[in-house]
T-cell receptor
Framework: GESVGLHLPTLSVQEGDNSIINCAYS??????FIWYKQESGKGPQFIID?????DKRQGQRVTVLLNKTVKHLSLQIAATQPGDSAVYFCAERGSGNQFYFGTGTSLTVIP | NAGVTQTPKFQVLKTGQSMTLQCAQDMNHEYMSWYRQDPGMGLRLIHY???????DQGEVPNGYNVSRSTTEDFPLRLLSAAPSQTSVYFCASSYRLSQYEQYFGPGTRLTVT
């Protein structure tokens, strides 16, 4: 099956700095990717998505970059706030419309 | 809208017991799915449904059954609980299969002793 991995299990940033969370995927046929945020004790929450025909997509304070050549995507959070502290997952859509999730990166924002 | 609701929030079972995890959504979503989340691992798909009366297996279906008799409800049954099924279980739904933003429930933390 697909393998989706994140480069770092933990990330600490100062409040106000930008955060970058990385994700590698293995299936070059994957055509859709999602970033989720999961706060402690809660279910994952959709942040932003991107299709494989795009390189970049921006939302409110978040940007996702997709590099299909090296099968890598990243989530950038601008002006990181304490409320951004959470675990972030990337997910890719594989065969049969199933999603495969990475193991997650824990982001800690230092006030 | 209540969104996606799951009950119970916590459950402890003994090996061999059976139980049903409940999931309901009030958004008229066609697509519903069950995931399990284990420490150090991403969410893994157990079963999913694209509409009432239609279910299919995901990545890790063994030991679990599902049914979808209504659009709103998608229960997950553990037939004979095993310690390997200790996990946090999440139900999710989306409007259509082609609309991928999934809304997740708050999860059920299951411990099998």
């Amino acid at each position: 099956g697909e393998s989706v991995g994140l480069h770092l299990p933990t990330l600490s940033v100062q409040e106000g700095d930008n955060s970058i969370i990385n994700c590698a995927y293995s299936n070059s046929a994957s055509d859709y990717f999602i970033w989720y945020k999961q706060e402690s004790g809660k279910g994952p929450q959709f942040i932003i998505d991107i299709r494989s025909n795009m390189d970049k997509r921006q939302g409110q304070r978040v940007t996702v970059l997709l590099n299909k050549t090296v099968k890598h995507l990243s989530l950038q959070i601008a002006a990181t706030q304490p409320g951004d502290s959470a675990v972030y997952f990337c997910a890719e859509r594989g065969s049969g419309n199933q999603f495969y999730f990475g193991t997650g990166t824990s982001l800690t924002v230092i006030p | 809208n209540a969104g996606v609701t799951q009950t119970p929030k916590f459950q402890v079972l003994k090996t061999g017991q059976s139980m049903t995890l409940q999931c309901a959504q009030d958004m008229n979503h066609e697509y519903m799915s069950w995931y399990r989340q284990d420490p150090g691992m991403g969410l893994r798909l157990i079963h999913y449904s694209v509409g009432a009366g239609i279910t299919d297996q995901g990545e890790v279906p063994n030991g679990y059954n599902v049914s979808r008799s209504t659009t709103e409800d998608f229960p997950l049954r553990l037939l004979s609980a095993a310690p390997s099924q200790t996990s946090v279980y999440f139900c999710a739904s989306s409007y259509r299969l082609s609309q991928y933003e999934q809304y997740f429930g708050p999860g059920t933390r299951l411990t099998v002793t």
